[in-house]
């Protein structure tokens, strides 16, 4: 392991009381400083009990966990100085204002924080910064969230599920958001099970299912490992509409698709590649529902 990782866990398990068996199991894996780091899997994986424990709201793992240079059991309440958090529902006081909810938070922040006009421009929300959040659409109240879990300039990030049930437009600012911070420096960890979010967003991801990860990588190097790419063309005449696929490497030598091109007229020609999703099928046998 590198020295200068944002977190390490190493054959990290835990179990909540009661629970039959391990909700995470066995997981070792390393985010980089300044990484986007994915856990990538279906509900009931495991996503939000790991970042739990890392956030220090589960106790009783097994197995070691550093955070920042430091054991995690060896972290004070100033390990929440140093940690933003956006937990997968919003949780902000409904009858304040958004400027309200922000400049309460802020004081329960012994360092710096930020202005909470500042914030609220940054996530779009600057026009409405004193409306009650009672007033606000999920994806507002979303990004109130979000403006929360930077107020005190974390270096580290955990989300879970930053994007579930928005639109698509707000979904898209909030993943640029996420870029931004990346930009300035913040690690993330984040949760999804939305292909898009891990394809999109993240530098690896990690597949996880029932409590156990899987491979860990960047989204572009499992394309190439599994999947292979193809060329797809759609043809049309006089008998019919036709669809072909062919390999794409070697294609300038493939007699069959150099025959096709040159006696059917093409309606469209597209290469591509596995989906993430295609590959998590692949690999784990499980689909992201
Ligand atoms: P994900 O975030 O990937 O959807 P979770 O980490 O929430 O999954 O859940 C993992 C497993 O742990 C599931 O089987 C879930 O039912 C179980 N679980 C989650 N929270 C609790 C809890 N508070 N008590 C007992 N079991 C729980
Ligand atoms: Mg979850």
Redesign the pocket.
């Known amino acids: 392991m590198t020295s200068d990782a944002a977190i390490r866990v190493d054959d990290v398990s835990f179990t ?1 009381v ?2 039959a068996a391990p ?1 995470v199991r066995n997981v070792s894996f390393e985010i980089a400083r300044g990484e986007i780091f994915g856990f990538l ?1 279906p ?8 970042q739990k424990v890392l956030m220090r709201l589960l106790l009783g793992h097994t197995g070691h966990v550093e955070v920042l240079g430091r054991r995690l059991q060896d972290w004070d309440t100033d390990y929440y100085e140093r940690i933003g958090v956006c937990f997968e529902l919003p949780t902000n006081y409904r009858k304040l204002t958004a400027r309200e909810n922000l400049d309460f938070f802020a004081a329960l922040y012994d360092g710096e924080t930020h202005q909470s006009g500042a914030l609220l421009d940054l996530v779009g929300l600057g026009g409405d910064a004193d409306k009650r959040v009672e007033q606000f659409s999920k994806g507002m109240q979303i990004r109130l969230n979000f403006a929360r879990a930077l107020l005190h300039k974390p270096v580290l990030l955990f989300l879970d599920e930053p994007t579930a049930g928005l639109d698509p437009a707000n979904a898209r600012r909030i993943r640029d958001l996420i870029r931004e911070q990346q930009a300035a420096g913040t690690t993330i960890f984040l ?1 999804t099970h939305d292909m898009t979010v891990a394809d999109e967003l993240c530098d690896r991801v990690a597949f ?1 299912v029932e ?1 156990a990860l899987g491979v860990v990588d960047a989204p572009a190097a499992l394309k190439q490992r599994h999947g292979r790419r193809s060329v797809r063309v759609e043809t049309e005449d006089a008998a019919g509409d036709g669809t072909h696929e062919f390999p794409l490497d070697g294609l300038g030598q493939d007699r069959a698709f150099l025959d096709l091109i040159a006696s059917k007229r093409i309606r469209t020609i597209h290469s591509q590649e596995p989906t993430l999703e295609e590959i998590f099928i692949q690999v784990t046998g499980r689909g992201l529902e």
């Open positions: 909540y009661g629970g909700a899997g509900s009931g994986a495991g996503k939000s009990t790991m949760t996880i409590g």
